[in-house]
């Protein structure tokens, strides 16, 4: 329970990663709460197409006379599970793979990051499209598994570098001479020390993983999500119009103010997210 208040005091005395925290916390709710409190009518109302913020319509209406703000809120909640699982996914296999081949060595880590380095080589959004569009995209899984499968290298190669810096310390030299095996150094000994490193990079995977899907959305390469941002976007620019419609700008900006707005708080949270997590750092703080 100490750790826990620490670690909230410490975001709130940073105050770039208390805004970040409390943008976070925002679309967190509004992808958990807000489709509850915002119901969803997707009844076309051409009378009232385009109509610009008011008191009923918060965030004024698209080409249909629909509600802009209800959909944004109820689109949010696939956006993020996509990003959440992308990450996770990218997370434990990145982690795992760089652990091992920072602490094995010898042929095995030449192999590792010789795989590694090609995928590198290589931009991923393009290849995430060619994926997209060869792949069925089914459900949210599937769209993460996607998203995931060039997102490891990066995250493997800082992971093994975090780790040669660790394996010559006297606790994992006693490990070994102990014969406690890979696993126990991995969990127990190396995991603790790069958590917040992982947390951070955890953020900034899931920050990845939904502009990619927003952008792969937004080229039609994803099953079709009415709500989803990248599919509002496609909608207002591609198929409706709304691009050329002065009345129809809060319609198309709505979602890239919001993919940007949880960009900067994802941003700004990671800020004073290692000092939170580290305690070597809390201590020179507090020295």
């Given at each position: 329970?100490r750790?826990?208040?620490?670690f909230?005091?410490?975001?709130?005395l940073?105050r770039?990663?208390c805004?970040?925290?409390?943008i976070t916390?925002?679309?967190?709710?509004?992808?958990?709460?807000?489709?509850?409190?915002?119901?969803?009518?997707?009844?076309v109302?051409?009378?009232?197409?385009?109509?610009?913020?008011?008191?009923?319509?918060?965030?004024?209406?698209?080409y249909?006379?629909r509600?802009?703000?209800?959909?944004i809120?109820?689109?949010?909640?696939?956006?993020?599970?996509?990003?959440?699982?992308a990450?996770?996914?990218?997370?434990?296999?990145?982690?795992?793979?760089?652990m091992?081949?920072?602490?094995?060595?010898g042929?095995?880590d030449?192999?590792i990051?010789?795989?590694?380095n090609?995928f590198?080589?290589?931009?991923?959004?393009?290849?995430?499209?060619?994926?997209?569009?060869f792949?069925?995209i089914?459900d949210?899984?599937?769209?993460?598994l996607i998203?995931s499968?060039?997102?490891?290298?990066?995250?493997?190669?800082?992971v093994?570098?975090?780790?040669?810096?660790?394996?010559e310390r006297?606790?994992i030299?006693i490990?070994?001479?102990?014969?406690?095996?890979?696993?126990?150094?991995?969990?127990?000994?190396?995991?603790?020390?790069?958590?917040?490193?992982?947390?951070i990079?955890f953020?900034?995977?899931?920050r990845?993983?939904?502009?990619?899907?927003?952008a792969?959305?937004?080229?039609?390469?994803?099953?079709?999500?009415?709500?989803?941002?990248?599919?509002?976007?496609?909608?207002?620019?591609?198929?409706?119009?709304g691009?050329?419609?002065p009345?129809?700008?809060?319609y198309?900006?709505?979602?890239?103010?919001?993919?940007?707005?949880f960009?900067?708080?994802?941003?700004?949270?990671?800020?004073?997210?290692?000092?939170?997590?580290?305690?070597?750092?809390?201590?020179?703080g507090?020295?």
């Open positions: 329970m750790g826990v208040i620490d909230f005091r410490i975001i709130v940073n770039r990663s805004i970040g925290l409390i916390i925002f679309f967190i709710l509004m992808a958990t709460v807000g489709p509850h409190i915002f119901p969803l009518d997707t009844k109302d051409y009378e009232n197409r385009y109509q610009k913020p008011n008191f009923e319509h918060w965030l004024g209406t698209d249909g006379g509600d802009v703000w209800s959909q809120v109820h689109g949010s909640q696939e956006v993020l599970l996509i990003g959440l699982l990450a996770v996914v990218t997370l434990i296999f990145g982690a795992v793979l760089g091992i081949s920072g602490l094995v060595g042929k095995l030449t192999v990051m010789m795989i590694t090609l590198l080589t290589i931009p991923s959004l393009p290849v995430f499209i060619i994926l997209a569009a792949l069925s089914e949210p899984f599937s769209f993460a998203l499968a060039w997102s490891w290298p990066g995250l493997t190669r800082a093994r570098s975090q780790v040669i810096s660790l394996k006297d606790f030299v490990c070994k001479v102990m014969d406690l095996g890979l696993p126990h150094i991995i969990f127990k000994e190396i995991m603790p020390n790069i958590v917040s490193y992982l947390a990079n953020i900034m995977i899931m990845g993983a939904i502009v990619g899907s927003v792969i959305m937004m080229l039609g390469l994803a099953p079709y999500s009415p709500t989803n941002w990248g599919q509002m976007l496609n909608l207002a620019i591609s198929q409706t119009g691009i050329f419609n009345n129809g700008y809060v198309v900006l709505s979602p890239i103010v919001c993919l940007a707005l960009q900067l708080g994802t941003i700004f949270f990671a800020n004073g997210l290692d000092e939170a997590l580290n305690p070597r750092l809390r201590t020179r507090g020295a």
